[in-house]
């Protein structure tokens, strides 16, 4: 910041809106904040705190952050032209201190008799935020197999994708659709021939962007070993390997119903 000062600003920090931004590191929120406290220029600095005052003192009910114009242009028609920096630290202190996100003070608040919110009874519940959306769900069956020597099969995940490069007990393709049935899954059955025996419950894990849902079926290798892809190892050295979460999850399952 310094260089940026000295070559494009002549060594004199700026004091306009402009200026500031085009500092590296500086967006709209920290350029306002600076013309107000440190230079004493009209500006409007949001931040979530004045988000909220604003949104319960006008009783913005729309929610956010589709609502971030509306409140900014409450905020603007209130900053004074002069003492601009005291006020804008004040509104800052009101919101970290007073007009907190949960249990208001409202009894300390100086703008209690103006709060529109308030006096609707509903200061709690703003600012409203958007609902999020549903996760979609998607679904699969998990082969937990072992072979003679109580091995446990797993295999190595495409490097490419999600939990790319980790180990994984085999799968069906995980989809969004109904819960897939054994008859229809064998396909995909990490070796031919075996008895599987479904168990009961559900697997449940949260990714980021989806809710995964995982059936286990559970069968024995008649041999030892087997299968070009598969990479056997014993019960005590599966935290060696790198089993994301999930399929600890269903390892765990397995374990739990008698695999």
């Not at 060594?11 to 709209?28: K, N, Q, V, W």
């Not at 609902?131 to 091995?151: I, M, N």
Request: charged share 20%; with cysteine; hydrophobic share 45%.
């Amino acid at each position: 910041m310094a260089v940026a000062v000295a070559g494009q600003h002549g060594g004199r920090f700026p004091d306009t809106e402009e200026g500031l931004l085009s500092l590296p590191g500086i967006g709209a929120y920290t350029a306002a904040a600076i013309l107000a406290i440190a230079f004493d220029k009209p500006a409007t600095a949001m931040d979530g705190n004045v988000e909220r005052v604003m949104a319960r003192l006008h009783a913005v009910t729309d929610p956010l952050p589709g609502s971030k114009p509306i409140l900014r242009a409450h905020a603007a028609s209130l900053v004074p032209a002069r003492r601009s920096g005291d006020y804008t630290q004040a509104l800052f202190d009101l919101g970290a201190t007073i007009c907190t996100p949960r249990k208001p003070r409202c009894i300390l608040c100086p703008w209690t008799a103006a709060c529109e919110a308030r006096k609707q009874g509903i200061a709690e519940d703003l600012p409203a935020k958007t609902a999020k959306a549903a996760k979609p769900t998607r679904r699969a069956l998990a082969f937990v197999l072992t072979d003679a020597r109580g091995h446990v099969a797993l295999r190595r995940r495409p490097e490419k994708g999600l939990l790319g490069g980790m180990m994984e007990v085999p799968t069906t393709p995980w989809e969004a659709a109904p819960a897939p049935t054994l008859a229809a899954s064998r396909p995909h059955a990490p070796l031919a021939g075996i008895d599987w025996k479904p168990l009961p419950g559900l697997v449940r894990h949260t990714f980021t962007h989806f809710e995964f849902e995982i059936t286990v079926v559970a069968g024995n290798a008649a041999g030892t070993g087997g299968g070009t892809d598969l990479i056997w190892v014993t019960p005590d050295a599966l935290g060696d390997e790198a089993l994301p979460t999930v399929m600890l999850k269903i390892l765990r399952h397995a374990l739990a119903k008698g695999a």
